[in-house]
């Protein structure tokens, strides 16, 4: 995953939210008595460049993309961003193609034989096509976002799945 890296102390105060290896939708949900799921966009679509090799796509290969914003009432915490392969909607993840306002989040954490792979993380700037995607949703500028990104795989399919973090879920 080209310029995604580990965790690094630069993060603060992001850190606690990048480096959460559980459910984000629980800890969002046990933080934001209100939160909820709004689905932006899902689409058949061409991945990110960066996402092409992770996934091990053609570079003109079209995969289903996903945007959801996690919210609390109607404030955007997070923009996500789901990478999933065709060939993965015709075997084990086909049930995601309808999820609609419902948290991937939840779908992945709920299957024990879904793998997780590790966590990477970058400051997306106000160049990379990310942020673009989830400057509209911020309630002031912002220099640089936080974002991390993981793949999940069930029976050797992998999807990615990349959270950008808004500033707001850092405030109270």
Do not use: K
């Not at 024990?112 to 096509?129: Q, T, W, Y």
């Amino acid at each position: 995953m080209t310029n995604w890296h580990l965790a690094t102390s630069t993060m603060a105060p992001w850190r606690p939210w990048l480096i959460h290896h559980g459910s984000l939708t629980r800890l969002l949900s046990s933080r934001f008595p209100d939160f909820n799921v709004r689905r932006l966009r899902q689409a058949f679509d061409l991945p990110y460049r960066d996402e092409v090799a992770p996934l091990g796509l053609g570079g003109h290969e079209r995969a289903l993309v996903r945007e959801v914003l996690l919210r609390s009432g109607s404030v955007p915490l997070v923009y996500a961003h789901t990478v999933i392969p065709s060939a993965c909607l015709r075997g084990p993840w086909r049930q995601l193609a309808g999820l609609g306002n419902q948290s991937l989040g939840a779908t992945l954490f709920a299957d024990p034989r879904v793998e997780r792979f590790p966590l990477a993380f970058r400051r997306v700037s106000r160049r990379h096509p990310l942020y673009l995607a989830a400057a509209p949703y911020l309630t002031e500028p912002a220099a640089a976002l936080w974002a991390r990104r993981s793949q999940f795989a069930l029976a050797g399919h992998r999807l990615m799945v990349t959270e950008v973090f808004l500033p707001s879920v850092i405030r109270p």
